[in-house]
């Protein structure tokens, strides 16, 4: 600003300047050099909780769709970085007030989604947290992360996933023992391979004169491609009494 106020008594015409400097007391130079040295005063970016959760709720629509939105909800966890007049940032829970304080630098915004989705009995469950993040003026500042929803869900496809029956067809084939009890039987999304596995596991007896009288097996089956590993065979550690 300092550098402003000088180019705009450089830029003056020389008569002014000379009737500046002959005719206004010293006093009153020093403080009109004061004067145009104080900055342009603008108001701190502030918003009050409630247009940021309208905006947030608004950009989750647009990710999310009419379903899957619905069976989102904002969580109490967002939180929003601002800066103080000495530019200093500070951090502050979103629901602590009313308004923001200070300049708003950018606000994340915590969604829980449990959403079953009807066109996949083998994995319906789609549950995770998404961390919408939102800068200054309240836009996106880029598609969150949501990994944990599968492609089929977005695109309203079936899944044609493998299922229970068919795993353990599988797993028999790769020579996979059973049990007196059923075998546990979990499938999980692995979002970075964009795929689904089936991991079955049972207890299998062993001779008697062991120490170990049974031990435990487990097979992993990709229930896209419809692959088999190996199963692999382990001691079950101790068991602890309370």
């Known amino acids: 600003m300092g ?36 900055p342009i005063i603008t108001p701190a970016q502030s918003y009050t909780k409630d247009e940021i959760k309208q905006r947030a709720d608004s950009i989750m629509h647009s990710y999310l769709g009419n379903d899957m939105y619905q069976a989102c909800k904002l969580t109490k966890k967002c939180y929003y970085c601002y800066t103080d007049d000495a530019g200093t940032k500070h951090w502050q829970m979103l ?37 919408l993040e939102l800068d200054n003026n309240l836009k996106s500042k880029g598609r969150p992360d949501m990994g944990f929803i599968p492609d089929f ?41 964009k795929q689904f596995f089936w991991l079955i596991t049972n207890k299998i007896k062993r001779d008697s004169t062991i120490q170990k009288k049974y031990i435990m097996q487990t097979i992993k089956i990709n229930a896209n491609t419809r692959i088999a590993q190996n199963p692999t065979l382990w001691l079950p550690g101790p068991t602890v009494s309370h």
């Open 95 to 131: 629901n602590k007030s009313k308004w923001t304080e200070g300049n708003l630098v950018y606000a994340t915004m915590v969604y829980k989604l449990n959403y079953t989705y009807p066109k996949c009995d083998v994995y319906n469950d789609i549950s995770g947290k998404i961390y």
């Open 153 to 193: 869900v977005f695109k309203h496809e079936n899944c044609n996933l493998l299922t229970l029956p068919e795993a353990m067809v599988l797993a028999h084939k790769k020579l996979f023992k059973d049990s007196k009890k059923e075998p546990k039987a979990t499938i999980y999304y692995d979002k970075s391979m």
């Open 3 to 38: 550098a402003l106020s000088g180019r705009l008594f450089t830029c003056m015409p020389l008569q002014f300047k000379l009737y500046l400097t002959q005719t206004i007391p010293a006093m009153f130079q020093r403080l009109l050099f004061l004067l145009l040295l104080i």
